[in-house]
């Protein structure tokens, strides 16, 4: 097994977890880019938004609320938090296992670089 995250889904590398179910996993990143960064990932293999499925809706929709849910639990819900799906390389994807940041803590700026 090559990937990174089902590795760290496995087990076989650690990770500061913050949530965990039998479909999704999140962990706080390696390299924080605000005082929350948190991402959620599947435990199975998805390796970018593209490979989704009608059959994932179900899975998209728990990944994005429990972001929210993650989020609210740093009182970030009110003051606001930013929820990213980069795809690809232009969009600056690194890890080729879907994963949903969930950044907060700081004021975000618009458009993202
Ligand atoms: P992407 O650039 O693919 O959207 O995001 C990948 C994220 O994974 C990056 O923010 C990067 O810091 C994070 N990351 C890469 N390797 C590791 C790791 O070994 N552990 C954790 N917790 N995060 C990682
Ligand atoms: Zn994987």
């Known amino acids: 097994m090559s990937c990174l995250f089902c590795k760290i889904i496995a087990g076989e590398i650690p990770a500061s977890k913050v949530y965990e179910d039998d479909q999704l996993i999140a962990f706080n990143d390696i390299n924080p880019q605000a005082p929350m960064h948190v991402l959620v990932v599947p435990k199975r293999h998805v390796a970018t938004l593209n490979d989704l499925s009608a059959s994932d809706d179900g899975l998209v929709g728990a990944m994005v609320r429990r ?46 670089g």
Not at 75 to 97: E, I, K, L
């Open 67 to 112: 972001a929210a849910a993650l989020a609210k639990e740093k009182s970030f819900d009110g003051p606001g938090y930013r929820t990213v799906f980069n795809c690809n390389g232009q969009a600056g994807q690194t890890v080729f296992h879907l994963h949903l940041h969930v950044l907060g803590g700081r004021t975000m700026t618009w458009p993202p």
